[in-house]
């Protein structure tokens, strides 16, 4: 069984401030992780996802999240919030496992306020 | 480039009616999923399919039947809709080939169960 979890149902940051999403995911093999973000009334959209390698991995929009075995954590980070940034992201894990499905955490909404 | 279209974006139900939320993706992929998204509840999976002719159970899926008749089309059916089922519901599809496989959302179904 797998499953997510992120800490916090709204974070708040001013423009220009560090952002820190946290999500901690349960997985009894080896996951792998993903985090999406959701504009208002659109679809996900893909961030960035971790597989295997290196444990420090980029996506777009200058995000990044770092897996972190020892911690079962995979947090998303940004060193400066635009006002674009604004959104819902979810954090979200599977297993390698051909048929495996994408578990969601609950979702993290990010304010950005100027 | 459609990707993953939905129809209909929104639609209005009183208790005990039935109708079909269509997905239909042009990438050729194998994989189908239909997500319905709660606030404060993140996605839950109601059914999946692995391929023509098949489908699963997900997380969440009494109230609903599926079927995938043609690879590119997922149909989602309420055979007698409930207040419960008020949500947004997402339709995603992921290749089977690729190394772990981004799912393709689409825009979301907006339903109201009366």
């Known amino acids: 069984a797998q499953s997510v979890t992120q800490l916090g149902s709204h974070v708040s940051v001013s423009e220009g401030a560090l952002v820190l999403l946290r999500c901690n995911y349960s997985?009894?093999?080896?996951?792998?992780l993903f985090w999406y973000v959701q504009y208002p009334n659109q679809g996900l959209q893909l961030l960035l996802k971790?597989?295997?390698?290196?444990?420090l991995v980029k996506g777009i929009n200058g995000f990044e999240a770092e897996f972190k075995k020892s911690e079962t954590s995979f947090h998303l980070t940004k060193p400066s919030a635009h006002m674009s940034d604004a959104a819902e992201y979810f954090c979200?894990?599977?297993?390698?496992?051909?048929?495996?499905?994408?578990?969601f955490g609950k979702g993290t909404m990010l304010l950005v306020s100027p | 480039n459609a990707g993953v279209t939905q129809t209909p974006k929104f639609r209005v139900l009183k208790t005990g009616q039935s109708m079909t939320l269509l997905c239909a993706q042009d990438?050729?992929?194998?994989?189908m999923y239909w997500y319905r998204q709660d606030p404060g509840m993140g996605l839950r999976l109601i059914h999946y399919?692995?391929?023509?002719?098949?489908?699963a159970k997900g997380e969440v899926p009494d109230g609903y039947n599926v079927s995938r008749l043609k690879k590119q089309n997922f149909l989602l059916g309420l055979e007698s809709a409930a207040p419960s089922q008020t949500s947004v519901y997402f339709c995603?599809?992921?290749?089977?080939?690729?190394?772990?496989?981004?799912?393709?959302f689409g825009e979301g179904s907006r339903l109201t169960v009366l």
């Open positions: 995603a599809s992921r290749s089977l080939a690729g190394d772990v496989g981004e799912l393709f």
């Open positions: 997985s009894s093999v080896p996951p792998y």
């Open positions: 971790y597989t295997t390698g290196a444990t």
């Open positions: 399919s692995v391929g023509e002719g098949t489908t």
């Open positions: 979200a894990v599977r297993t390698n496992s051909g048929y495996s499905t994408l578990t």
């Open positions: 990438m050729n992929h194998e994989y």
